[in-house]
Structure formats: structure tokens, C-alpha cells
């Protein structure tokens, strides 16, 4: 499995992981820009949610956490103001998760950092 495939796969089952834990989902794989992107945009109450995912194959990897960098936050904070201000949602409060997926073991485990940055 190539690496966009395995991110297409991950952020599939981090869909139906944050629609089963009642969040609504708002958008998947905005562009701001060539750099920044959001993987998902999801409401959960009266909170927006800007989530990365990062879907491991093998512990060799390093975890999802360790990839979304000070840079990599920058780019996602840069794609969020975005597309807040595109879709009029300036008075709305926010939050950046990020969700891990391993796939290695017998199921897919996955992770929910909450605030991650």
C-alpha cells in the first residue's frame, strides 16, 4: 500500500471513529494552499474540530504524534484560520486533535489526542 492510499485509508476509518464518538463531519481535505491542508473539519456540539491523521503501518514509523511538528501545527493553524474566515465561522469556538491509527496487530487501534496543540 502506497503512503496516499494508506492516509485515504486511515482518515476513512478516522471518519467513521469520529462519527461513532457523535461528531459530525464538515469537511475532509480542505486546501488553503499547496502547503496546508486539513485532513478533517468536524463539529462536535457547538465545537469545531480540525483534525490531523496519522495512520502507521509499523511501530518502526514513530507515532503519529512525533509527525505533526511546529511547522506542520503552523501549516494546519494557517489552513483553519482559513477556513473559518471562508466560511463565516469566526465566533465559533475551535480545537486541533490530532488521531493516530496504527495498523499493525489484529484490528486498526486508534488514538484521540484531544488539544493536541
Same mark, same amino acid.
Given at each position: 500500500?502506497?503512503?496516499?492510499?494508506?492516509?485515504?485509508?486511515?482518515?476513512?476509518?478516522?471518519?467513521?471513529?469520529?462519527?461513532?464518538?457523535?461528531?459530525?463531519?464538515?469537511?475532509?481535505?480542505?486546501?488553503?494552499?499547496?502547503?496546508?491542508? =486539513?485532513?478533517?473539519?468536524?463539529?462536535?456540539?457547538?465545537? =469545531? =474540530?480540525? *483534525? &490531523?491523521?496519522?495512520?502507521?503501518?509499523?511501530?518502526?514509523?514513530?507515532?503519529?504524534? &512525533?509527525? *505533526?511538528?511546529?511547522?506542520?501545527?503552523?501549516?494546519?493553524?494557517?489552513?483553519?484560520? #482559513? #477556513?473559518?474566515?471562508?466560511?463565516? =465561522?469566526?465566533?465559533?469556538?475551535?480545537?486541533?486533535? *490530532?488521531? &493516530?491509527?496504527?495498523?499493525?496487530?489484529?484490528?486498526?487501534?486508534? *488514538?484521540?489526542?484531544?488539544?493536541?496543540?
Amino acid at each position: 500500500m502506497n503512503t496516499r492510499a494508506l492516509g485515504a485509508y486511515g482518515e476513512e476509518l478516522a471518519c467513521r471513529y469520529l462519527e461513532k464518538n457523535g461528531c459530525e463531519i464538515a469537511a475532509r481535505n480542505f486546501h488553503a494552499s499547496r502547503a496546508a491542508e =486539513l485532513d478533517i473539519v468536524a463539529k462536535e456540539k457547538n465545537l =469545531l =474540530l480540525f *483534525v &490531523e491523521v496519522k495512520t502507521r503501518f509499523s511501530p518502526a514509523a514513530g507515532s503519529g504524534r &512525533e509527525a *505533526v511538528t511546529i511547522a506542520k501545527q503552523r501549516h494546519i493553524r494557517y489552513a483553519a484560520q #482559513y #477556513y473559518m474566515m471562508r466560511n463565516r =465561522l469566526t465566533d465559533i469556538p475551535c480545537r486541533f486533535d *490530532v488521531l &493516530e491509527i496504527s495498523l499493525w496487530g489484529d484490528a486498526p487501534e486508534i *488514538v484521540w489526542l484531544k488539544n493536541a496543540f
